[in-house]
C-alpha cells in the first residue's frame, strides 16, 4: 500500500513539476529567432525546432502542450522571437497565429529596377530574382506598403503587388472597352515628370495633345529607362542615349513607348485617364524648383526654358 501511494505521490510531483516548467519563462538564444513552420508541420518536427532554437528547453514540453489541448490548430507562419517565454505563451502565440511580418514600401513612380536594388539592399531578396519574376510586370506592381515574411518569393511578392494593382484600377472605375495598357503607360510616363499630384492632370494633357497633333513626346525618363534596359544607364543622359534607336526613346519614336516605363500610383492612373483639357504642348521645371510652367506654344516655352536655365545658373 505504502508503494502504491509513492507511487502515485511520484506520478502526481512529476506532472505537477512538467506542468511548472511549461509555465516558467525561458530563454536559450541571444538573439532574436525567426522560424518558419510551414503548413501541415507536425508537433514533433515543431517542437524540434523549437527546442534546437533555444525557444522552449525541451521538445517533450511543446509536446505536453500540445497534448493538453489536442483540438487547438496550429498557425502556419513565420514566426520571431525575442525574449523568454513559457512554453505555454509559445504554443498560445501559435495557436493564434501571432506571425511576424514587416513592412515593405514601394515609392511611386519606382520602375523594377529601382525595385529590385530595394529588395536587395534592405536583404529581402536577390535582386536578380525579383527581375526575373517581374520581366513582364511593369507598371502594374502597384507602389504601396506590403507586409511581408522572410520566407517570401519574388514570385509572390509580383502576384501580391500586381492583385494591388487590380484592386486600385477597379477603384477608378474605367470604362470597359479602355486600353489598359495604353492608360498605364501614359500614366507612367506622366509619374516620373512630376510628383505634384495636382500637376499631373496637366502633365497628362501635354502628352495628349502630341499624341494627338503627331508630334513626340520627346519624354527624358523614356530615354533613362531605354538605357536602363539596354544596361548602359550612366546616371545622366548623354547625346548617345537621346540618339539611341531603341523602341522606348521617345525622341526618336512618336507616339507612346511600348510599355510602361515605371509603376505609377493612384493620382497618375486617375490623370491619364482623365486629362486636364488644355492646349498645352510643353512644360518645363518652374525656376525656384516648385512644379512645372506650361505653355501651348514654342516661343513661350523657350522663354521658360531660358528663365529656367538663368536660375539654374545662378544658383
Not at 519574388?154 to 470597359?176: G, V
Not at 493620382?267 to 498645352?280: G, K, N, R, V, Y
Not at 501651348?296 to 526654358?305: E, F, G, P, Q, T
Request: aromatic share 12%; charged share 20%; glycine share 6%.
Amino acid at each position: 500500500m505504502k508503494f502504491r501511494w509513492k507511487a502515485l505521490a511520484l506520478a502526481v510531483g512529476l506532472a505537477v513539476g512538467a506542468y511548472y516548467s511549461l509555465q516558467s519563462p525561458f530563454r536559450g538564444f541571444e538573439h532574436d529567432v525567426f522560424l518558419q513552420f510551414p503548413k501541415g508541420s507536425g508537433t514533433r518536427a515543431i517542437a524540434q525546432k523549437l527546442a534546437d532554437a533555444g525557444v522552449v528547453r525541451f521538445a517533450w514540453q511543446f509536446w505536453l502542450a500540445r497534448a493538453i489541448h489536442p483540438r487547438t490548430t496550429v498557425q502556419a507562419g513565420e514566426y520571431r522571437f525575442e525574449q523568454a517565454a513559457s512554453v505555454t505563451d509559445v504554443f498560445n502565440r501559435l495557436s493564434r497565429g501571432d506571425v511576424y511580418y514587416f513592412s515593405f514600401t514601394v515609392p511611386e513612380g519606382s520602375n523594377i529596377f529601382d525595385i529590385a536594388m530595394l529588395l536587395e539592399s534592405e536583404g529581402i531578396m536577390s535582386g536578380e530574382d525579383f527581375l526575373k519574376a517581374a520581366a513582364k510586370l511593369e507598371g502594374f506592381l502597384f507602389p504601396s506598403t506590403y507586409r511581408l515574411s522572410h520566407s517570401v518569393t519574388a514570385e509572390a511578392l509580383c502576384q501580391m503587388m500586381n492583385a494591388q494593382f487590380h484592386k486600385e484600377w477597379n477603384k477608378l472605375m474605367p470604362d470597359q472597352d479602355t486600353d489598359v495598357l495604353e492608360v498605364v503607360t501614359l500614366a507612367s510616363l506622366v509619374e516620373k515628370e512630376t510628383g505634384i499630384a495636382a500637376e499631373r492632370p496637366r502633365v497628362a494633357s501635354v502628352f495628349q495633345n502630341r499624341l494627338r497633333t503627331g508630334m513626340a513626346l520627346d519624354c527624358d525618363p523614356t530615354v533613362i529607362y531605354a538605357a536602363l534596359l539596354e544596361k548602359r544607364y550612366r546616371g545622366a543622359i548623354h547625346r548617345s542615349d537621346l540618339d539611341s534607336k531603341h523602341p522606348y526613346n521617345t525622341y526618336q519614336h512618336r507616339g507612346l513607348p511600348p510599355g510602361p516605363i515605371a509603376n505609377p500610383g493612384a493620382s497618375s492612373l486617375a490623370a491619364a485617364l482623365h486629362p486636364a483639357e488644355t492646349e498645352f504642348l510643353y512644360f518645363v521645371a518652374r525656376p525656384d524648383g516648385e512644379g512645372h510652367v506650361f505653355s501651348s506654344n514654342l516661343a513661350s516655352h523657350d522663354k521658360a526654358v531660358e528663365s529656367y536655365r538663368r536660375a539654374r545658373k545662378a544658383r
